[in-house]
T-cell receptor, first 115, second 117 residues
Framework: EAQVTQNPRYLITVTGKKLTVTCSQN?????MSWYRQDPGLGLRQIYY???????DKGDVPEGYKVSRKEKRNFPLILESPSPNQTSLYFC??????????????FGNGTRLTVT | AQTVTQSQPEMSVQEAETVTLSCTYD???????LFWYKQPPSRQMILVIR??????QNATENRFSVNFQKAAKSFSLKISDSQLGDAAMYFC??????????????FGTGTRLAVRP
């Protein structure tokens, strides 16, 4: 089944403790990205990647890191999480379609709480 | 920068009735795409409908249709014959047609739709 898999689904951690949220897609998509969802703000892009070893900042990159060593994986790293990073996180992927891009395929989300 | 505005934080509809969710956007571009996503309590992001700006015809997917008014920069979603399973948060989203923008979506703040039995 074609899918974007995020882990974990839920995560509770404490301020300053490094964590990684994994994301993997089995569709050979070139493009992958991370979004965070907050009440009243919708979803906002954190980082994106157009291919292996090519990553760039989105709208809210502060406090996050990413890497793209393999085409299928795009982990999100919080080196020193803070309470303002408590949010619902989504990984997404897409591919070139015609002159543009396919619709985004989203993972099922990771609910992160930082105390 | 593009912005997407959903002015209705919450809406309610009677089962089997029709409801329209509003979305407006601001852009100086002529080439772009608009989307409606549904997010049920399971948190999944489900694509409901997609509209290319260069197409004058409004997109339709079964009970879901849009009213795309390019000059007014309006992109409303109409749900006909509402069902209990339509209850969800609905997000309107914009994507630039520029290659340099990649596949980035700019989202509105969402409208929570309740369906009354």
């Amino acid at each position: 089944e074609a899918q974007v898999t995020q882990n974990p689904r839920y995560l509770i951690t404490v301020t300053g403790k490094k964590l990684t949220v994994t994301c993997s897609q089995n569709m050979n998509h070139e493009y992958m990205s991370w979004y965070r969802q907050d009440p009243g703000l919708g979803l906002r892009q954190i980082y994106y990647s157009m291919n292996v070893e090519v990553t760039d900042k989105g709208d809210v990159p502060e406090g996050y890191k990413v890497s793209r060593k393999e085409k299928r994986n795009f982990p999100l790293i919080l080196e020193s999480p803070s309470p303002n990073q408590t949010s619902l996180y989504f990984c997404a992927s897409s591919y070139r379609q015609g002159g543009g891009y396919s619709p985004l395929h989203f993972g099922n989300g990771t609910r992160l709480t930082v105390t | 920068a593009q912005t997407v505005t959903q002015s209705q934080p919450e809406m309610s509809v009677q089962e089997a009735e029709t409801v329209t969710l509003s979305c407006t956007y601001d852009t100086s571009e002529s080439d772009y795409y608009l989307f409606w996503y549904k997010q049920p309590p399971s948190r999944q992001m489900i694509l409901v409908i997609r509209q290319e700006a260069y197409k004058q015809q409004n997109a339709t997917e079964n009970r879901f249709s849009v009213n795309f008014q390019k000059a007014a920069k309006s992109f409303s979603l109409k749900i006909s014959d509402s069902q209990l399973g339509d209850a969800a948060m609905y997000f309107c989203a914009y994507r630039s047609g520029k290659k340099s923008s990649g596949d980035k979506l700019t989202f509105g703040t969402g409208t929570r739709l309740a369906v009354r039995p």
